[in-house]
């Protein structure tokens, strides 16, 4: 038969790679190379491709029956469906789409057209799929309760300025995901799917970069299965460098990990290699082959032969995907956490984990997340004095009537007594230090029940959630942050918090400031309990929830009575822990709201934004609160002499 006219969109990059698969078909009278489209001129070592930057008129000119499409994410959904309603049989370059929805746009052309389209996951034409899916449903390997997969790469930092997309998770407002779990293993969960059928019930993602990318270079997710069955992928490109076999590219190998009660089967995709392990001791490794994408398409087109990668079959992989898009901007791991290689001009060469490799085989070996096995990098931590004196939670796992939001907790004296408590028993919603707000446009950000006048506390479906969304600076002595708050019906409002600790003599401050933007296009009212009848009950804004275990609490400048409702520039709180150790906390605004102190019920001291009258935000709300953290009690002068030096 003749050769299969093909056509190539997007030469560079990637693309020379499926140039040397074409002038390899190509003198085995395959497949004709006939056309390029790309936005520059490419010299090509054979044939004698028409080129030209407008794909549908270019397949129209060669009469290409096979298009492959190898150019940023972002163009795929346009490009595969110019090639389709031109006629032309398309090879779609992994990830298929950056979205379910442009999946969809795909999908819906390949129906009405009648062609096909195969997604270019090169591991999928491994014979060792089928051949560990069918060990799998043998039974030797005994109940299987899930896949775990991990790769350890080092990239030097050149690689995340391969590309203008390069590191990026967006271009010009433009998805483009170009993340390690979304770029180089993407063919470990693509493969990890193709071994277990079930739909997508639950997907978990984590992740942060080492290199100062906008998308993450140290990752892994997790994917829970309708029928229960679990997936992972750990990820990093911040491993060790490790000198590759002669004459071999720079690459790494990468690992599914079946683990199942009666034996353990690794399929190293990256070779094709699989290996078994049982009980009895037994060691058995195969080599499967491997069938090129571009000439399984070119046998579909020929003969009828079955699509080794389908789109239908990218589905649940572009629903990952979507997840990660959708997920948090990746968290920074502070340089502390790294090993920085420089060059012999002193620039950074590259970055290392140290103890990375070790930790993406546990999180497959136990399905778990790095959250989940105590990697220090995974949790964010202030310093003072190279001290750790308080932990920020960033995604806290809560019920929904906690209205669950980020908080700071652990925070600590510099002596180690600890100063905040969180889900106390008297009001689980409590967050050690935070922001919440019993009533933002109807909806409680405070968390349990909710006033309503003349009723009293009543649980309602009003709360609200506040999530992290991304750090804009994440350092050793703080961090600035961008939330969202949600109600129940969408989001109301955006946050920008910005939180630093710093020494101040013996003891240090917390600065926290917060502006919450309006969203919903209209004033938006703050109240709460004070305001619908309830005296006294003003809280919402800055809130710092004491331990209840501390006995001996007092205020000044005053007592309880006294302090509560004052508008003065500061108030202070002391205490005693169970172990009879002293702690001051002296808290410092300017902006002349209405402290809420509780100290007899519960130690707690805040803002009170609607004492007790409802607040309006038209536009923008800014508050900032700085409290001194302190071993030991003070008197009035001492506290006073604190606060006067807190807000310079």
Known sequence: MAPVKVVLAGAQGHGRHHLGILRELAGRGVVELVGICDLRPVEVDFGAPLQSSDLGELIG?????ITIVCTPINTHADLAIAALRAGSHVLLEKPPAPSPAEQ??????????????????QALGSAAVPALRALIASGRLGRVRGIGGWGAWHRPSAYFTRAP???????????????ALTNPFAHAIATALALHDSPIAEIETELFHAHPIESDDTSCVRVRLADGFTITMAAT??????EPPPGKALRGEAHLVVQGDAGRATLTYTHDRLKVELPDGSVTTTVHDRAGLLENLVDHVRTGAELLVPLAATERFTQVLDAIRLAPEPTPIPERHQLVERDAEGEVAGRVLPGVTDLVRRSAAELALYSELGVPWTRVELLVSQRPVAAYELRPDLPATDSPRP????????????????????????????VAISDLGGANFWGGR????????TWLDDHGAQRHVAFTRLDDGGFTEHLEWAGPGGLMAREERTVTARPVGEFWALDFAFTLTNLTGAPLEINSSATKGRAGAGYGGFFWRAPGTSVARTTLPGDEGTVHGSTGPWVAMSGTTPEG????????QADGDPWFVRVAEYP?????????????VETTLTRRVVTAVLDGRLDAAGAAAVAADLLR
């Open 165 to 179: 997309w390069a590191g990026r998770r967006r271009l010009n407002g433009v998805d483009v995901m170009d993340g």
């Open 237 to 242: 490109l911040c491993a060790p460098y490790v």
């Open 61 to 65: 000119k060669t009469g290409a029956e």
């Open 450 to 457: 909710t006033y309503v006048k003349d009723q009293g506390p």
């Open 581 to 588: 150790r002293d702690w001051t906390l002296v808290f410092a």
């Open 407 to 434: 908080y700071l907790h652990a925070v600590r004296t510099l002596g180690g007594v600890e100063v905040t408590e969180v889900r106390p028993e008297d009001h689980v919603h409590h967050l050690g230090v935070g």
């Open 604 to 616: 707690g001291v805040g803002q009170a934004l609607a004492w007790d009258t409802p607040l309006v």
């Open 104 to 121: 969809r746009r795909i999908a819906d052309v390949v129906a009405e057209t009648g062609l096909a389209c195969q997604v270019g996951f």
